[in-house]
């Protein structure tokens, strides 16, 4: 069985849900339909005319994108224009276009943590926040029989994290009333007759992020017909997440062999390098994409070194006067993504038993030859 299109969505959402992304970012459904059967998903980082031609010649239904095809309104669709031949093209095979961009680099196991994975980084901590998760105080109340059950399902569903202790909740015993009305299919007690039921008020914590799947799991595994449950919106803070990750390196190196091996991790041909190449460095931050905007947050978060694309002039010069290294490996370092997310939601189709699949785009989006 193939899954239909809102699936597949709904399935990617749970790695890079849409609120991470930044204010009028364009993401989300770009061109096509997803009300229909998806049999193959090709995950690119541009969608450029050879793009397109491999979607069709390897037959996919969906095209997952991290840079848009659409960046502004468009006043007219004429098919004579090169952007207007690719919508035509895509139109015309039936391939949707779905864009993952800024909510892609913020997520867990998103393109920043991918690059920072690369080169061995650890202490993560994200260079500018986009988000915070809002946390709720969940309540319910449970029969003794059913206590572990239902424990076992909250925290299955993400509830229960206190920073990085999982499974954290208060349990006290007592006795619940209730008194079944005409109608009813009780659990304990027969209708109009009051019941009282040996139960536990559990508590524990949930991230909005995960509150909808966290209650539907605590309704389907409670045994009661009516589930008691409450939630208290809490000052708590939950997780941060945003853009950037600066962390520790495995060990001090110099800029120049951390330049060499930001080569290599990212399969790129060549960086541009601001500093000193003999300077020891033990402290990186990385950020996918045009970086120069965060210089001064990966200064604040105690790096050495910036590794990011599309350094300009003047943020070079502004850099090398305050001490601060960087290590151009170019916007398309984001390429990263590619295997990655297809790896994600070949694990995620398979879990629910779908036949669909996804692959990596193979043409290379780099505009630059290096001579």
Not at 70 to 96: C, M, S, V, W
Request: a negative charge; one cysteine or more.
């Amino acid at each position: 069985m193939f899954a239909k299109g809102q699936t597949v969505i709904q399935l990617f959402e749970k790695l890079a849900p849409k609120h991470y992304a930044v204010p009028d970012d364009r993401i989300g459904l770009q061109l096509g339909s997803l009300q229909k059967e998806i049999k193959k998903i090709l995950v690119a980082l541009d969608v450029t005319d050879e793009v397109v031609e491999e979607a069709i010649r390897t037959e996919a239904d969906l095209i997952i994108a991290h840079h848009a095809i659409i960046f502004r309104p468009l006043k007219n669709l004429q098919t004579d224009t090169p952007a207007g031949r690719l919508y035509e093209k895509l139109i015309k095979h039936d391939i949707a276009v779905y864009i993952a961009h800024t909510n892609l680099d913020v997520a867990e196991g998103g393109i920043n943590d991918l690059m920072a994975e690369a080169l061995g980084l650890t202490d993560l901590t994200p260079l500018d926040e986009v988000h915070t998760d809002k946390l709720s105080k969940l309540v319910v109340f449970v029969p003794q029989t059913h206590h572990e059950q239902v424990l076992e399902a909250l925290f299955n569903a993400g509830a229960g994290w206190i920073g990085d202790y999982s499974h954290c909740s208060f349990n006290i015993p007592g006795t619940g009333t209730f008194l079944p009305r005409e109608g009813t299919s009780p659990f304990l007690g027969k209708q109009g007759k009051l019941e009282r039921a040996d139960e536990v008020r559990v508590e524990t914590i949930v991230p909005a992020s995960v509150q909808r799947a966290v209650i539907q799991a605590m309704l389907k595994a409670h045994p009661y017909e009516e589930v008691a449950y409450d939630l208290y919106a809490m000052d708590l803070k939950g997780r941060t997440f945003g853009l950037g990750r600066a962390g520790k390196l495995p060990q001090p190196v110099t800029l120049g062999e951390l330049a060499e091996a930001a080569k290599q991790a990212y399969d790129v041909p060549a960086v541009r390098v601001v500093g000193d190449l003999g300077r020891t460095v033990r402290k990186a931050a990385v950020l996918g994409g045009s970086g120069g905007r965060y210089v001064r947050h990966a200064m604040f978060a105690g790096a050495d070194v910036l590794v990011t694309g599309d350094i300009d002039y003047h943020t070079a010069h502004d850099a090398l006067a305050a001490g601060m290294c960087l290590i151009d490996v170019g916007h398309n370092v984001e390429k990263i993504m590619k295997r990655a997310v297809a790896d994600y939601m070949n694990r995620a189709l398979a879990e629910k038993k779908y036949a669909t699949s996804a692959a990596a785009s193979e043409p290379s989006t780099e505009p630059f030859q290096f001579v």
